[in-house]
């Protein structure tokens, strides 16, 4: 925590030479955007000139691209009628973390007609990331790649060069005002309904109705070449699978981390995750639909959602009659678990010499469970039916709410944390159960209550997590995304985790790294961290309506021993609340 004026004055003369000494390392770049939030007309699903929130007059974003070790900087305008707050998806945040973005986590949501500098710097990190609205359900239509390519470029990939790359960024489409879905689940504790549609790179594709040509996204290939497909699902709250009629991946990483080439045939990326995958063009000349379709996996049943396939073409050059209708891949059942389970259990990392490696002792353990549950009614919810109790979401049995008046990080770099939030999150759940059987579903233990509570960490502190899905209302594959690190995917499974069973598993010489790891569904995940990052760091679900319901925490990491190990004080420009 920081009192003195003495550190904020150190900080002031260092930052400035800090950034020019980032920017002229190794041929470093500033790369500069400026993000002009407003309205954005759009035509889609049968509905002509429908308003909704965008950058820069587009749908995704503008496509942010970097060299490792450059600064980048964003300039946020708020031309929209709502608060706004931008995350950049991944980035570790180190010496920035006032830009990382989460609304009254590390900022105040910046008010209509109001700006903000974001400034952060992207040192050994490479790969495919993404930005995005983290405020209400604005992250709907407010979001869009983040690349960062390799100090060498493309020559210095660790696997074979693309001839060419893509974007394919995934989202969900609702026909109704998003903001105003938010309000009105806020406002009642009933959760807003399923989207209207799946999006690849904004456009539904043509097994809608009322689809236009101009409504779905097309790719052109050449034949023999070989595409880096950059794979991102910015979708609120579907998994989703993906796959291109008559070819198959090499996917080469995961959420901006290498892996172990895997050869499939689908891949699946749950809300939040990026996955880059090689595909040569191979097939006979004509035209495939690359197609993305959700994956449910509630047991015995998840909330509503469109039973439907998003698509765009991929046509080659030179190819076959381009009326013929395109070729559509067989996609796995809604519900196929094994599927999803068999991709996002293989990956590996690929071991590079300088990366970080799974530390082996462990100074803190935490078993934390992740699920549904009920909750009272609170005062702020007008409309809420307060003879019975409303749908919430936990994480051991503590169901986060975010503070009004003042950001977290804000309370914690003033020690000024009273009535802002509380240094008692859990290690455990307070009652240990039967955690995936039937019997455990009851009102009992579906009860949860409201809190901020915070888990602090010593700077350095390696920390081990189990993370438990419960069957409470319905077992479901939870997005969990840590913010300010990546963790290692020691070992995932089915059913109540075993301690004895699970650790001759643990994978401590490649396992996976991750932002976001999609917990099984009625099982478990075990990730492994250093908390070298001070700050206070969102680790939460990236269902956007199971966010909203409570399943969060925040991880309060404390300064280390030196000033660039250290918090560094809030840039002049913060918004205020």
């Given at each position: 925590m920081h009192t003195s004026t003495e550190m904020a004055r150190s900080w002031s003369l260092l930052l400035p030479f800090a950034l020019a000494l980032v920017a002229s390392a190794s041929h470093a770049a500033i790369v500069e955007h400026t993000f002009n939030v407003g309205n954005l007309s759009i035509s889609q699903l049968c509905q002509p000139d429908r308003i909704i929130t965008g950058v820069n007059g587009q749908l995704p974003g503008p496509t942010i691209r970097a060299s490792e070790g450059d600064t980048v900087v964003v300039h946020l305008v708020n031309e929209s009628p709502y608060g706004m707050?931008?995350?950049?998806?991944?980035?570790?945040?180190?010496?920035?973390?006032w830009a990382d973005g989460p609304a009254m986590v590390t900022q105040?949501?910046?008010?209509?007609?109001?700006?903000?500098?974001?400034?952060?710097?992207?040192?050994?990190?490479?790969?495919t990331l993404w930005w995005h609205a983290h405020f209400s359900f604005l992250r709907a239509t407010v979001y869009g790649a983040l690349i960062i390519l390799p100090r060498g470029g493309a020559e210095a990939y660790p696997f074979t060069k693309p001839d060419k790359e893509e974007i394919v960024m995934f989202g969900e489409w609702w026909n109704a005002n998003v903001f105003d879905l938010q309000q009105m689940a806020l406002l009642t504790g009933i959760p807003a309904g399923p989207a209207d549609a799946y999006t690849i790179n904004g456009k539904p594709g043509d097994l809608y109705n009322c689809s236009a040509p101009n409504q779905t996204h097309m790719f052109e290939a050449r034949?023999?070449?070989?595409?880096?497909?950059?794979?991102?699902?910015?979708?609120?709250?579907?998994?989703?699978?993906?796959?291109?009629?008559?070819?198959?991946?090499?996917?080469?990483?995961?959420?901006?981390c290498y892996t172990t080439p895997y050869k499939t045939g689908v891949v699946v990326v749950g809300p939040g995750q990026t996955v880059d995958a090689l595909m040569v063009a191979d097939a006979t000349a004509g035209r495939y639909y690359m197609a993305a379709s959700p994956y449910d996996s509630g047991i015995?049943?998840?909330?509503?959602?469109?039973?439907?396939?998003?698509?765009?073409?991929?046509?080659?050059?030179?190819g076959a009659n381009t009326t013929s209708p395109p070729a559509l891949p067989q996609l796995p059942g809604f519900n196929d678990t094994n599927t999803a389970h068999r991709f996002l259990s293989n990956l590996t990392a690929l071991v590079l010499p300088g990366k970080p490696t799974v530390p082996l002792a462990v100074d803190t353990r935490m078993f934390v469970t992740v699920g549904m549950g009920v909750a009272d009614c609170q005062p702020e919810q007008t409309l809420c039916n307060?003879?019975?109790?409303?749908?919430?979401?936990?994480m051991n049995n503590a169901s986060f709410v975010p503070p009004r008046s003042t950001s977290m990080l804000e309370a914690h770099y003033s020690n000024l944390t009273a009535g802002v939030y509380t240094r008692d999150f859990p290690d455990q759940p307070p009652i240990l159960f039967d955690y995936t059987a039937d019997a455990s579903n009851n009102a009992t233990m579906q009860y949860t209550t409201k809190s901020t509570k915070v888990r602090t960490l010593r700077y350095n502190e390696?920390?081990?997590?189990?993370?438990?899905?419960?069957r409470l209302i319905a077992k479901e594959s939870h997005p969990m995304h840590l913010h300010g690190f990546n963790f290692f995917v020691l070992a995932q499974g089915f059913g109540n985790y075993n301690q004895t069973t699970a650790a001759p598993q643990f994978n401590l010489v490649n396992p996976q790294e991750r932002n976001t790891v999609l917990v099984p569904t009625g099982g478990w995940a075990v990730i492994r961290f250093v908390a070298d990052n001070p700050g206070m760091w969102y680790m939460h679900c990236h269902f956007e309506a199971h966010l909203d319901l409570g399943l969060g925490m925040v991880f309060e990491v404390q300064d280390g021993p030196t000033l660039d190990t250290s918090l560094p004080p809030?840039?002049?420009?913060?918004?205020q609340c």
């Amino acid at each position: 925590m920081h009192t003195s004026t003495e550190m904020a004055r150190s900080w002031s003369l260092l930052l400035p030479f800090a950034l020019a000494l980032v920017a002229s390392a190794s041929h470093a770049a500033i790369v500069e955007h400026t993000f002009n939030v407003g309205n954005l007309s759009i035509s889609q699903l049968c509905q002509p000139d429908r308003i909704i929130t965008g950058v820069n007059g587009q749908l995704p974003g503008p496509t942010i691209r970097a060299s490792e070790g450059d600064t980048v900087v964003v300039h946020l305008v708020n031309e929209s009628p709502y608060g706004m707050t931008i995350h950049w998806h991944g980035i570790f945040q180190r010496g920035s973390q006032w830009a990382d973005g989460p609304a009254m986590v590390t900022q105040c949501p910046v008010q209509p007609g109001g700006n903000y500098t974001y400034r952060f710097n992207v040192t050994g990190q490479e790969g495919t990331l993404w930005w995005h609205a983290h405020f209400s359900f604005l992250r709907a239509t407010v979001y869009g790649a983040l690349i960062i390519l390799p100090r060498g470029g493309a020559e210095a990939y660790p696997f074979t060069k693309p001839d060419k790359e893509e974007i394919v960024m995934f989202g969900e489409w609702w026909n109704a005002n998003v903001f105003d879905l938010q309000q009105m689940a806020l406002l009642t504790g009933i959760p807003a309904g399923p989207a209207d549609a799946y999006t690849i790179n904004g456009k539904p594709g043509d097994l809608y109705n009322c689809s236009a040509p101009n409504q779905t996204h097309m790719f052109e290939a050449r034949k023999n070449e070989t595409y880096l497909l950059r794979i991102i699902n910015a979708a609120l709250n579907t998994p989703l699978f993906f796959k291109v009629a008559n070819h198959t991946f090499t996917v080469v990483a995961a959420d901006a981390c290498y892996t172990t080439p895997y050869k499939t045939g689908v891949v699946v990326v749950g809300p939040g995750q990026t996955v880059d995958a090689l595909m040569v063009a191979d097939a006979t000349a004509g035209r495939y639909y690359m197609a993305a379709s959700p994956y449910d996996s509630g047991i015995p049943s998840g909330p509503p959602f469109s039973k439907t396939v998003a698509t765009a073409v991929l046509e080659y050059a030179g190819g076959a009659n381009t009326t013929s209708p395109p070729a559509l891949p067989q996609l796995p059942g809604f519900n196929d678990t094994n599927t999803a389970h068999r991709f996002l259990s293989n990956l590996t990392a690929l071991v590079l010499p300088g990366k970080p490696t799974v530390p082996l002792a462990v100074d803190t353990r935490m078993f934390v469970t992740v699920g549904m549950g009920v909750a009272d009614c609170q005062p702020e919810q007008t409309l809420c039916n307060r003879s019975r109790t409303m749908f919430a979401s936990s994480m051991n049995n503590a169901s986060f709410v975010p503070p009004r008046s003042t950001s977290m990080l804000e309370a914690h770099y003033s020690n000024l944390t009273a009535g802002v939030y509380t240094r008692d999150f859990p290690d455990q759940p307070p009652i240990l159960f039967d955690y995936t059987a039937d019997a455990s579903n009851n009102a009992t233990m579906q009860y949860t209550t409201k809190s901020t509570k915070v888990r602090t960490l010593r700077y350095n502190e390696t920390v081990e997590m189990v993370l438990q899905n419960t069957r409470l209302i319905a077992k479901e594959s939870h997005p969990m995304h840590l913010h300010g690190f990546n963790f290692f995917v020691l070992a995932q499974g089915f059913g109540n985790y075993n301690q004895t069973t699970a650790a001759p598993q643990f994978n401590l010489v490649n396992p996976q790294e991750r932002n976001t790891v999609l917990v099984p569904t009625g099982g478990w995940a075990v990730i492994r961290f250093v908390a070298d990052n001070p700050g206070m760091w969102y680790m939460h679900c990236h269902f956007e309506a199971h966010l909203d319901l409570g399943l969060g925490m925040v991880f309060e990491v404390q300064d280390g021993p030196t000033l660039d190990t250290s918090l560094p004080p809030p840039p002049k420009d913060l918004p205020q609340c």
